[in-house]
């Protein structure tokens, strides 16, 4: 093995080791925010909700695959194998700048959209446990639209985090609570962010790792030439 094989061969495997820990971060990000979402992602009238970590777990769990094949292909040397990698790093990289290319031009019609859920959950709200409204409250910690002032009647028990519909709720804790609409929109926002940041890290790791890729398959193809001569 000549220079040119070691030296990108190991770039190749520590660029997609790399890879695989930002696969894994990944799955972590786009689990954590389905998990703060409660039972939130189970109600089928806001199910869009689920759609932008849904797509940052499968993006993560894909990467994960292809580096992880990436590494293994790398310490083999087989040719063949390096440029199927190298093509689908390529489609994987495509895919990640569309994310992240979305998560900047579409970021306020996004935000918007999240607000006209909550708007639509306080209008539509009623006294059933699972009503979209009370799971909102309960899971956000967060109280009307605005704040509390909005219930011109009875303050909802969801409002002091209770889920049974005929618990009592005492002013000294739903009073300090913020309204859903500030809570629900910069949850949103600050996924957002972590997502946009993580997406430009990742395009920068897979460019690293698909040149590093095409750069061994043709220190590969060299060698075998040279074999062959």
Request: proline share 3%; charged share 15%.
């Amino acid at each position: 093995m000549g220079w040119c094989e070691f030296l990108v061969k190991w770039l190749l495997y520590f660029f997609n080791l790399l890879a695989v820990i930002v696969g894994i971060l990944l799955i972590i990000l786009g689990s954590l925010v389905l998990d703060g979402m409660g039972d939130l992602k189970s109600d089928s009238n806001i199910d869009y909700t689920n759609v932008v970590p849904i797509i940052v777990i499968v993006l993560g769990a894909v990467i994960f695959v292809v580096s992880f094949f990436g590494c293994c292909g790398a310490l083999r040397e087989i040719n063949w194998c390096i440029l199927l990698y190298s093509l689908f790093m390529f489609i994987l990289m495509c895919l990640q700048i569309a994310l992240v290319v979305w998560s900047f031009v579409e970021k306020t019609d996004f935000l918007n959209s999240m607000n006209n859920i909550v708007h639509n959950a306080f209008e539509n709200r009623n006294d059933d446990a699972d009503n979209p409204m009370n799971i909102l409250q309960i899971t956000f910690s967060c109280c009307g639209y605005n704040n509390y002032t909005d219930y011109t009647s009875t303050v909802p028990p969801s409002c002091c985090g209770f889920v049974e519909t005929d618990a009592p709720c005492p002013a000294v804790i739903y009073d300090t609570k913020p309204g859903c609409q500030s809570v629900f929109y910069n949850f949103w926002d600050d996924n957002l962010g972590y997502v946009r940041i993580g997406g430009i890290v990742v395009v920068v790791i897979e460019f690293l790792a698909l040149i590093s890729g095409c750069g061994l398959a043709g220190c590969v193809r060299k060698a075998e030439r040279r074999n062959m001569a």
